[in-house]
């Protein structure tokens, strides 16, 4: 018996031994304004959640970038991912801010994403580390390149490049020391992105932080919104959301905070979810946070009874193509179960 019917045998015997004992809540609906969406992300997270807001810029109102690059910038290719979109070089540069806006503004024409008009009067916050040695600074001030193409109004699109951060997302206090660049990718500089970026997108002031937080961290089902198979995808089977007790009873908005590479629960435990700095701006200010997970793939893999080559050995986010050709668009793979996952959050109570 070869080595891929063997793999194939045991998942199915795995999946039937787990079956009752592994089950997960569905994620409940709470109302939430599902129209003024906010989203941020680190590295892949940051690549993503920038795909993200493009993709949807009528209804996500704004983006965090931390060490993330411009929209479409890998064109589909593992090796410009990789290469020109990291740490670019003159044989490897960038894709122009030009050449990358008319791609997306094609793809709006092609009603493949929302409207770029969305894209004019949004807000963007990017950040990059001087001690960031795995994106390299041009790469993230392409990406405010690209927003600045859409001319939006002045104090909408902000850069902090001035922090001797490595490759992380930074706090006022949490993880490792500032210029490192190992798990969990989370550093503590004395600077509060998650803060900054919250106050940044949402606009207006926003309570201080709470003093401790109150408010639940839920875990869920993501298979339902992957078409049932989160794995073929490359998405975790569970992911997570920061719910303040409020929202429960109240009306709340969104903000979608996506993990770098090798910083999902996977790999690091609940330390993103827990230690990023989002959770106590989301208690006081009505905010829940939706953190969904990825797995890491490494080639083929059986699911089931179903099949899929996925490469994503460090469990990045899907921002050169590695779940289908359409990723960057509405109709992405990846793209369309978080857009699902947000849906529900907004879905009235009870339902």
């Not at 200010?285 to 793939?297: G, H, K, M, S």
Request: net charge positive; aromatic share 10%.
């Amino acid at each position: 018996m070869n080595r891929s019917v063997l793999r194939w045998l045991a998942s199915v015997l795995l999946l039937g031994a787990c079956a009752p004992a592994c089950a997960i809540d569905p994620l409940p609906a709470y109302g939430a304004d599902a129209a003024e969406v906010t989203v941020s992300g680190v590295s892949s997270g940051g690549f993503m959640a920038l795909q993200f807001h493009v993709a949807h810029s009528g209804s996500v109102k704004g983006a965090g970038v931390v060490a993330g690059g411009p929209y479409y910038c890998a064109q589909g290719n593992v090796w410009v991912a990789y290469s020109n979109c990291l740490t670019p070089s003159a044989s490897r540069p960038l894709p122009s801010a030009a050449l990358l806006k008319a791609e997306a503004d094609a793809l709006a024409l092609a009603r493949l994403i929302d409207p770029t008009d969305g894209l004019a009067t949004a807000r963007a916050w990017l950040f990059s580390g001087t001690r960031d040695r795995t994106v390299d600074p041009a790469v993230v001030d392409a990406a405010r390149r690209f927003y600045a193409l859409y001319k939006p109004p002045a104090g909408n699109l902000v850069l902090v490049a001035d922090r001797p951060a490595g490759h992380a997302i930074v706090t006022e206090n949490a993880g490792n020391a500032c210029e490192t660049t190992a798990p969990p990718y989370i550093n503590d500089c004395d600077y509060d992105a998650a803060g900054e970026l919250l106050k940044h997108l949402l606009g207006g002031a926003l309570e201080p932080p709470a003093a401790k937080e109150t408010g639940q961290m839920i875990r869920f089902d993501q298979r339902p919104f992957a078409g049932g198979d989160a794995y073929l995808i490359s998405l975790a089977d569970s992911g997570y959301a920061f719910v303040p007790r409020v929202c429960d009873t109240e009306r709340c908005r969104v903000h979608v905070a996506f993990h770098g590479c090798r910083q999902s629960v996977q790999a690091v435990g609940e330390r993103f979810v827990r230690e990023a700095g989002y959770n106590r701006w989301a208690d006081a200010n009505r905010l829940i946070v939706l953190y969904p997970q990825t797995i890491a793939r490494n080639g083929p893999g059986f699911q089931g009874l179903r099949w899929s080559f996925v490469f994503n050995p460090r469990g990045c986010w899907d921002w050169w193509g590695y779940t289908d050709a359409q990723y960057h668009t509405r109709a992405g793979r990846q793209i369309r179960a978080v857009k699902a996952m947000v849906d529900r959050l907004g879905a009235p109570r009870g339902r």
